[in-house]
């Protein structure tokens, strides 16, 4: 009779076990479904981000683009020269004023030499 006992009292435990393994097999699987979903919602929201990003990058370049332009213009001799005669009181020095100085001599005694870099 013991033997009977015995196989009563496992039963039971075997048909649980095998219950539960099924049950935690699920619940696992309904975790990672989850974490795979969310990681996606938070793909796609990083995306999002990211082109908004790059559009106002381009943005930005355009406008850096813009006032490099307009600094060039503006520093132009055609337009610097007139506000420096007007506000500055300047002029572009006649020839008979310019002095031409001679290039110091190199260290060494050696001549300079102008096409060398």
Same mark, same amino acid.
């Given at each position: #009779?013991? +033997? ?5 009292? =496992?039963? /039971? %435990? +075997? *048909?649980?076990?095998?219950? =539960?393994?099924? %049950? ?5 699987? !309904? #975790? !990672? ?5 969310? +990681?996606?919602?938070?793909? !796609? ?12 990058? #381009? ?7 813009? &006032?490099?332009? !307009? ?14 005669? =007007?506000? &500055?009181d300047m002029h572009v020095p006649p020839d008979s004023?310019?002095?031409?100085? /001679?290039? /110091? /001599? ?5 001549? *300079?030499? *102008?096409?060398?870099?």
């Amino acid at each position: #009779m013991k +033997r009977r006992t015995e196989k009563r009292h =496992s039963e /039971p %435990a +075997r *048909r649980w076990r095998g219950r =539960s393994i099924v %049950a935690a097999g699920l619940v696992g699987f !309904v #975790m !990672v479904a989850a974490v795979v979903i969310w +990681r996606r919602g938070y793909g !796609v929201t990083q995306g999002v981000e990211l082109r908004t990003l790059d559009r106002q990058r #381009m943005q930005l370049e355009a406008q850096k683009a813009a &006032l490099e332009r !307009v600094v060039r213009d503006e520093a132009g001799r055609g337009r610097l020269g007139p506000v420096a005669e =007007s506000r &500055l009181d300047m002029h572009v020095p006649p020839d008979s004023e310019v002095i031409v100085l /001679p290039a /110091p /001599p190199a260290p060494g005694g050696a001549p *300079r030499d *102008r096409a060398a870099p």
